[in-house]
């Protein structure tokens, strides 16, 4: 990368800068490559430190680099597709389904979920804790909330461990005939909890996918999964029964 | 808000702040509210500027507040969802199609569209801009890029304006019989072009929804939706038929 001043341009100076960056990363830089250090890419470029940062953070933003402490910025490889909406309908825990059970406990969810799951003030409801592993790589964290009328009473009473109460929970789930479930994708924050199982910093840029499971004319489950918004893309399938390709492009 | 002191916490200081924060938001504060200024609040809540501003990102990355240069720092009204997979298959600009095409012109589309619609290096597409406004707010831009095979040659010729050949290629598409469609969706960056038509500064957080078209046994279109995401939630309805519901919760 030789030395380029950024002329005067009517766009801001950083977005200008990410663009120059982002040229630079497509012809000069590697998959995983450190990029120099802020000082002297700052320098090079002829702008503030500051200017650099939010170039850097942009490109950041756009899954093109990655930062981590200790590290230094380095160049990101493609983001990877994440199917998220099956044509298949079935229940959390079905067949084929990669999500890692990990905890249970029985609580009152959040204002939003207990009015989707239309249940009372303070009413406890069966809180699964799933993760998604890709590759050996965090992808998402979930929370699944299952009213105890959803399931079977005895469901998670007499299991002996976390794990062990979410799979009864998810077992239980599919006495019910699913009817339909929609869904709604939404920028984020990763909650503490989520960030330390996803290997970020709270506050990281997160997509929420949050899934209504319908069955006997109501909601009966609700899903918010959190996944990481620099490496996932999210993959949907349409009814068509096309095949999804997971390439980079 | 009276004065609280934060205590010193393992989380990060800004994370801490930022649900502080978020409760005074449901608590005292009303959507449109204008908040105190930032040195008001660092001093109430006894962190630095630095702190304070960091936690501020994180509530407007959440959707919760909205900053705006003039007005200031507003309680952000609840996010509008946008209903993305339809489940009709309907080729852009069908009946029913919200979306207002703009402009078109003819060019080389970027490297990672033409390798989905495999089109030859430097061969040039139509390209339509669309736009989709909802309660006279802009919500998303689109580039919908169409291999001039993908139409009937005449198409777009004889048009007269750019919104007349946008209309001329989506009813050249219509010839041919849709036979699915599938979608990323993904974190990005609002563009100059796109940023200036949804009112925001180039490198807003946006939610890029990248949709491939099938016919006749290939990719016949790619539209590439840049969606506000301080503002939308998108929402995917299932094919099991159920109604979707754009309640705020």
């Known amino acids: 990368m030789g030395t380029t001043q950024l002329e005067t341009v009517p766009e801001p100076k950083y ?34 430190r500051a200017t650099l940062r939010q170039a850097l953070e942009q490109l950041e933003l756009e899954g093109r680099l990655q930062r981590r402490r200790g590290v230094g910025t380095t160049v990101a490889p493609p983001r990877v597709g994440v199917a998220v909406g099956t044509e298949q309908h079935a229940w959390p825990g079905a067949e084929g389904d990669a999500w890692e059970p990990a905890d249970c406990a029985t609580a009152a969810p959040p204002a939003a979920v207990a009015g989707m799951l239309e249940t009372r003030k303070d009413e406890q409801v ?20 299952v009213p105890l009328s959803s399931v079977p009473a005895s469901a998670a009473a007499d299991a002996a461990s976390g794990a062990a109460r979410a799979h009864a929970v998810l077992q239980g789930l599919r006495h019910l005939d699913l009817e339909g479930q929609d869904r709604a994708v939404e920028l984020g924050s990763a909650r503490a909890e989520d ?55």
């Open 15 to 48: 977005w200008h800068l990410r663009t120059v960056l982002s040229e630079a990363l497509d012809s000069e830089f590697s998959v995983g490559e450190i990029l120099p250090n802020e000082r002297d890419l700052a320098a090079r470029f002829g702008v503030a």
């Open 126 to 145: 069966h809180t699964v804790r799933r993760s998604l592993v890709t590759n050996g790589q965090p992808v998402a964290a979930e929370l699944l909330y």
């Open 195 to 249: 960030a330390k199982e996803l290997d970020r910093l709270p506050g990281a840029p997160v997509l929420v996918v949050t899934t209504r499971f319908f069955a006997r004319g109501r909601t009966a489950a609700v899903s918010v999964a959190t996944y990481r918004a620099d490496t996932c893309r999210l993959t949907f399938a349409d009814s068509g029964g096309v095949e999804i390709h997971h390439d980079a492009s």
